[in-house]
């Protein structure tokens, strides 16, 4: 087996067992992320609906000369933004299988900053 495709299978499987255990609420969402190599997206999703309220991807960001903030943590704060929009303060946060270090924490870091209650 090659070791992309173990990985990501072992990243399935991480993700389906907090899955069993994060649900999203009208009253508090579901923040789930999801992260490629080159971008990360973020989702606020209500589960009891089936419905996503609120989604960004840092594809549509530029990225950010020497000092500045980094490309995941601008990317958490525009997603707070725009769910401070949609009258959105509290959320579970789902990290889809991911470790939380790096891009994952610099996601939620952002989130936090924006707003976000986690």
Same mark, same amino acid.
């Given at each position: 087996m090659k070791t992309a495709n173990k990985k990501n299978e072992s990243r399935i499987?991480?993700?389906?067992?907090?899955?069993?255990?994060v649900q999203g609420?009208?009253?508090?969402?579901? @923040?789930s992320i999801y992260k490629s190599n080159r971008y990360i997206s973020g989702q606020i999703i209500d589960? %009891?609906?089936? @419905?996503?309220?609120v989604s960004f991807s840092s594809k549509t960001l530029k990225k950010g000369g020497?000092? %500045?903030?980094?490309v995941p943590a601008q990317a958490g704060k525009e997603l707070a933004r725009l769910a401070k929009e949609k009258k959105v303060k509290r959320?579970?946060?789902?990290?889809?299988?991911?470790?939380?270090?790096?891009?994952?924490k610099a996601f939620a870091d952002g989130a936090r900053e924006g707003g976000l209650e986690f």
């Open positions: 499987r991480r993700h389906k067992r907090i899955r069993a255990k609420t009208a009253e508090r969402p579901r @923040l589960d %009891e609906k089936g @419905l996503t309220l020497k000092g %500045e903030a980094s959320v579970v946060f789902d990290r889809g299988g991911f470790i939380y270090t790096g891009v994952v």
